[in-house]
């Protein structure tokens, strides 16, 4: 049962786009440790990644960086 939870807490998190909202709080920039609780969060998405996103890479085209 709590397999099945946390799967389908995976997939949820995935239909709204949380891999792309964390690469791009990497990207944009964050303190050390947030660094490396976001890593560790991408590696637990990408293991459901490739099933279950839902969101097009090119929602974020128009995006400015700050540099």
Do not use: Y
Not at 23 to 30: E, R, Y
């Amino acid at each position: 049962m709590k397999k099945e939870k946390e799967r389908t807490a995976f997939v949820e998190a995935l239909q709204v786009g949380a891999f792309q909202k964390l690469l791009l709080l990497l990207q944009v920039g964050c303190a050390d440790k947030t660094k490396g609780q976001v890593t560790e969060l991408l590696k637990l998405l990408n293991l459901h990644r490739a099933r279950w996103e839902c969101i097009d890479s090119m929602d974020f085209k128009s995006l400015k960086r700050p540099f």
